[in-house]
């Protein structure tokens, strides 16, 4: 068995992935009224409150790296431990959420 990913991954490696083209899923676990404030564009929206509900939209990505995001990084990391249990073992949390990245990747972004 291969060497578990750590449980969070940093801003600017999600953006090079990104950048890079790397086939990965990229989902946001805010609640719709925080994504309708900002958002990154390449994200999906799934809010922590559906995702038992909603998992069934996932399945098409087990085996491959999902990254989830949150507002600072404390509910994508409940999501990404959900996820690890339903087997998803490539799921990640950004660190630091979407703060971070307005903070590191995208300065002019609205924080909240």
């Known amino acids: 068995m291969s060497a578990a990913l750590p449980l969070e991954i940093d801003c600017r490696s999600v953006k090079a992935q990104l950048d890079a083209g790397a086939d990965f899923v990229l ?22 409150s559906q995702i038992a509900q909603r998992a069934a939209e996932l399945e098409a990505h087990r085996g491959k790296h999902v990254v989830v995001h949150c507002h600072h990084g404390g509910r994508s990391l409940r999501v990404v431990q959900w996820l690890r249990q339903q087997g998803f073992d490539k799921a990640q949390s950004m660190a630091g959420g979407i703060d971070q990245w307005a903070a590191e990747i995208e300065p002019g972004m609205a924080r909240y």
């Open 27 to 48: 989902l946001d676990c805010r609640e719709q009224d925080e994504h309708a404030l900002v958002r990154i564009e390449e994200a999906t929206l799934l809010p922590m």
